[in-house]
Nanobody, 120 residues
Framework: QVQLVESGGGLVRPGGSLRLSCVAS????????MGWYRQAPGKQRELVAR???????NYADSVKGRFTISRDNAKNTAYLQMNSLKPEDTAVYYC??????????????WGQGTQVTVSS
């Protein structure tokens, strides 16, 4: 019913930048929080950044000061601007949204993931 589609991943050199996008579509009444998670091989999925609908944000300590999450509520879209990328940032990045449909059913929706590789 509701789906998220991420884009913008790719290969980048250390110190470089990427901008990820996540577009939510389907039967959406409202989206509460949207966030970005990442999962590296052999590691658990971790929260990278999260934004409430009103724009308040929080970040993992490892990305604080380098990554910025933003939202365009009218477009049901979230972005993750990633600067000063490090090899440790290499992971599959997943978009997540807390979505309520018109039946007031709420739940988490995940995107398919986009690969970010930081390598020299």
């Amino acid at each position: 019913q509701v789906q998220l589609v991420e884009s913008g991943g790719g290969l980048v050199r250390p110190g470089g930048s990427l901008r990820l996008s996540c577009v939510a579509s389907g039967s959406i009444f409202t989206i509460n929080a949207m966030g970005w998670y990442r999962q590296a091989p052999g590691k658990q999925r971790e929260l990278v950044a999260r934004a409430s609908r009103d724009g308040s944000t929080n970040y993992a300590d490892s990305v604080k000061g380098r990554f910025t999450i933003s939202r365009d509520n009218a477009k049901n879209t979230a972005y993750l601007q990633m600067n000063s990328l490090k090899p440790e940032d290499t992971a599959v990045y997943y978009c997540n949204a807390n979505v309520f449909d018109y039946a007031m059913t709420g739940g988490d929706v995940w995107g398919q993931g986009t690969q970010v590789t930081v390598s020299s």
